[in-house]
């Protein structure tokens, strides 16, 4: 059937979500504002406050079927919004910067395309995850559900690019977007005068050999796939110039386009703080934060999304590289089947987390039309 869509509708929950903009972990008034929007569709149930302040919405039909969901991420950043919008943001140094609100307003636009008629079988679940930049919120999300005691078959889920043309429906088998983990070392020496190293331990050798190896190591380990890692930050000592440092951080992003390369650089990484911190008599620790597994379409998932896009007649690419960029969706093939897409926010956009971004709204109805395309692939409605 035809997607009678009222974009306009759309269009102005998606400036109110923009103009109330909540960083992670804070999205209180924005689930508010989206259970409002759902309200008025009478989904049979709603979750609210599902690991953190996410939202949860079920749209049954009349017989059993298939459990399919669809994920909308609810967090902006702290980025001030620094461009002339009607919609801009309230929230001082806080704006929608990577397109959330319109991740919303699309999945949000799936629940009056479903009551456009009446569901004939299987259940339909708008996720609207917090937390997603920070990667906290698709693991709580998973929790929640199990919690909950619902089982999905598929979830699906899309983020806007900037770099494709408007509308265009980017996706392709394998990897999407790549794994990656914020290692934290630290190391433990002894101070002493910096006129006498000698009665110290410094952990300064150690630092700069982990950091040398770290930064080449796609070039010292055969990768299967592109695998990266990239020293963010590292601190030494203290401004003292009469002493000789005794403590040392080092932080660095861990990427990599298959979880399997993210376990061998995980591996190499470990043993090589092991051997350096034994070599130099250092106590050491290793944390991890932020970590994003691989988000990755299996060949039926790609399938579906294609024929899914060709049913509603959407502009589908295949796209022949994944993204080096990391996204929490990864989290949820852990406890379910998945398929991830991207929506094109124009060639000639500022980039995303770049504070002149804005999400663009022409292309909420193209994201609403796949979306539509995927509910008809499984004989929803
Ligand atoms: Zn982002
Ligand atoms: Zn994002």
């Known amino acids: 059937m ?3 869509l009222d974009v306009e509708e759309l269009v102005s929950l998606r400036h109110r979500l923009h103009a109330n903009a909540e960083v992670s ?12 929007f759902l309200e008025k569709f009478k989904p049979d149930q709603i979750w609210q406050n599902v690991g953190g302040f996410g939202v949860i919405a079920l749209f049954k039909g009349e017989k059993e079927g298939e459990n399919i969901g669809f994920r909308a991420d609810l967090d902006a950043l702290h980025i001030a919004e620094t461009i002339e919008l009607e919609y801009g943001s309230k929230t001082p140094h806080t704006a929608h910067k990577c397109g959330h609100d319109g991740h919303m307003a699309m999945v949000a636009g799936i629940a009056p395309y479903l009551r456009q008629k009446k569901m004939k079988k299987g259940n339909v679940y708008l996720v609207f995850q917090p937390a997603e930049e920070t990667g906290e919120g698709a693991a709580r999300i998973n929790k929640g559900l199990r919690e909950l005691d619902i089982q999905l078959d598929y979830l699906f889920g ?23 983990r914020g290692m934290v070392i630290k190391l433990f020496g002894k101070t002493s005068h910096a006129a006498e190293p000698e009665y110290g331990i410094s952990p300064v050798m150690a630092m700069a050999e982990i950091t040398t190896k770290m930064t080449i190591v796609h070039m010292i380990k055969p990768f299967s796939d592109l ?5 963010i930050h590292s601190e030494l000592g203290e401004i003292a110039f009469g002493t000789s440092p005794g403590y040392g951080e080092v932080r660095i992003t861990l990427r990599a386009m298959k979880d399997k390369d993210m376990q061998e650089l995980i591996e190499y990484a470990e043993g090589l703080v092991k051997e350096q911190a034994e070599k130099e008599q250092l106590d050491y620790e290793i944390s991890y934060t932020e970590t994003f597994p691989a988000t990755e379409n299996t060949e039926e998932a790609f399938q579906i999304m294609k024929n899914a896009g060709e049913s509603v007649k959407v502009d589908f690419k295949e796209l022949e590289k994944p993204f080096k960029w990391s996204e929490d969706f990864g989290q949820y093939k852990l406890q379910m089947k998945t398929g991830f897409f991207g929506i094109g926010a124009g060639e000639n956009s500022p980039h995303l987390h770049d504070e002149t971004y804005d999400f663009p709204d022409d292309i909420i109805e193209s994201g609403v039309n796949m979306y539509a395309g995927l509910i008809n692939y499984f004989k929803l409605i």
């Open 2 to 4: 035809d997607l009678k």
């Open 25 to 36: 972990n804070q999205e209180e008034k924005t689930s508010k504002i989206i259970i409002e």
């Open 158 to 180: 899309l983020h806007n690019i900037v770099g494709y043309p408007k509308g265009q429906i980017l996706t392709k088998k394998g990897t999407f977007a790549a794994a990656s």
């Open 227 to 231: 695998t990266l890692a990239t020293v």
